[in-house]
């Protein structure tokens, strides 16, 4: 059934970045009758994007990025529900190591190629790079190259999300958080092929003829996604400056190494956040998302709002004091607060699975962030709401489509897999063992 402003859309994860962008799209373009649901109001805590910074800058890891990118910048620049977080600070990309400094290579390159050679400027000395990046000096980057983006910079993500949530208000987007809003099972016709609503956790049955499953990391535990996704976890402290501390830092760029880390510029309230880099942490257990016909092996979230003394594992202790003593060495001893993992969903080849779900029709999934789409933020729901409508562009389809066995999403597009959290100590401080049958989705 073709879709008309009148149809009954739910969005499960509306309270995060993919879910509350289609639902932002689709209250545009006049639909009046979308249920954003989420275990969270948005923005979601649990969500990705519910964080303090997200980098903002050109992204060409896949055939769609460059148009994907040039939309996202021109929206942050524009549109007035997202400008004002957009802090244009620069990014500078760099590294030391051989293997690093050919990836940056690569980068300018295929920037060459894409005819965006011009966006982006070749530091092949260390002066050149404390140049950009005066905060830098003193720091021990002999050897290092860099690109940098005077175009780019990071986005008050939460922020960003919230300004969102009010548009929605605004429209009369309708909303069901907590247990109404947690998604339990989807429902189906008599032959059990089209999607003709859902179920959630407190047993209301909501009919829709559209049914959006945007919740991000854990959307592979929702429903059989064939192991095209893994959920993985990255990590992040928090460091707070004192006045004076700030005025050295206000408008560094971000600064990103892939073989250490990154960090941003002091907030408002002159917090800086670190971040080290790594190929991620994974949570499996034994479970049957909807639609599989057996329990088996899924990596599976633990969400930080449900467990708030949790925190990261004792390696990341190690690895984020490395980048702060590589990146800030005047504050390799300051103390660390709001340590925490972020859980994203990777697919192999780091696209987008943005797709109707090939079993149920009128089921669409649109998960696969890979860690790298808070910045669609502003526009990746035009084209979620444009799959709905039939008038996705095929380059587009065929970039997000359903894809079993193309890859290992465990691996994504990283040189190695991650590491359990089963075999790391140091990031659970429960006073109890909470772990037997305490999920969000009804999933340990």
Aim: with cysteine; proline share 5%; hydrophobic share 35%.
């Amino acid at each position: 059934m073709r879709l008309d402003i009148n149809s009954s859309i739910l969005i499960f994860g509306g309270s995060g970045t993919i879910g509350s962008s289609t639902a932002l799209h689709l209250t545009r373009k006049g639909y009046r009758n979308i249920r954003v649901l989420d275990v969270y109001p948005i923005p979601s805590a649990q969500s990705a994007g519910n964080d303090l910074n997200k980098i903002m800058g050109t992204s060409l890891r896949n055939p769609v990025d460059r148009q994907l990118s040039l939309e996202a910048e021109d929206a942050w620049s524009n549109d007035p529900t997202f400008s004002p977080y957009y802090h244009r600070s620069g990014r500078l990309d760099c590294c030391g190591s051989s293997d690093g400094i050919n990836d940056l290579r690569d980068t300018v390159a295929k920037l060459d190629d894409a005819g965006l050679g011009h966006t982006v400027e070749w530091l092949d000395t260390e002066a050149q790079i404390i140049q950009r990046v005066p905060q830098l000096a003193g720091s021990n980057i002999q050897g290092w190259k860099g690109i940098f983006f005077e175009r780019g910079g990071w986005l008050a993500a939460a922020k960003a999300i919230d300004s969102v949530g009010r548009e929605l208000i605004r429209h009369g987007v309708q909303f069901s958080f907590g247990d109404s809003g947690t998604f339990q099972s989807l429902i189906l016709s008599d032959d059990g092929k089209t999607c003709l609503g859902a179920v959630t956790k407190d047993g209301t049955r909501y009919l829709a003829d559209r049914v959006v499953l945007a919740s991000g990391a854990w959307t592979p535990s929702l429903v059989d996604l064939e192991d095209q996704c893994c959920s993985k976890a990255w990590v992040y402290a928090h460091m707070q400056l004192t006045p004076e501390e700030v005025k050295e830092y206000i408008g560094c760029p971000v600064v990103y190494n892939e073989d250490i880390g990154f960090f941003f510029e002091p907030t408002e309230d002159g917090v800086v956040k670190v971040c080290d880099e790594f190929p991620g942490f994974t949570r499996y257990k034994m479970h049957q998302p909807f639609g599989a016909s057996k329990p088996t092996l899924v990596s599976i979230p633990r969400s930080h709002a449900r467990h708030p003394t949790d925190t990261y594992p004792d390696a990341s202790e190690i690895t984020i004091r490395k980048a702060i003593a590589a990146f800030l060495p005047n504050f390799k001893d300051k103390e660390l607060f709001n340590r925490a993992m972020c859980w994203c969903a990777d697919t192999a080849d780091a696209n987008l699975l943005v797709c109707e779900h090939p079993r149920w029709k009128g089921c669409f999934v649109a998960t696969g962030d890979s860690g790298h789409s808070f910045k669609l933020l502003p526009i990746i729901g035009k084209h979620i709401v444009e799959l709905l409508e039939g008038t996705l562009q095929e380059d587009l389809r065929e970039a997000w489509r359903w894809r079993p066995g193309s890859g290992d999403a465990r691996k994504s597009t990283r040189a190695a897999l991650a590491k359990d959290l089963a075999d790391l100590p140091g990031w659970k401080h429960d006073s109890v063992d909470t772990e037997k049958g305490d999920s969000d989705h009804g999933v340990v």
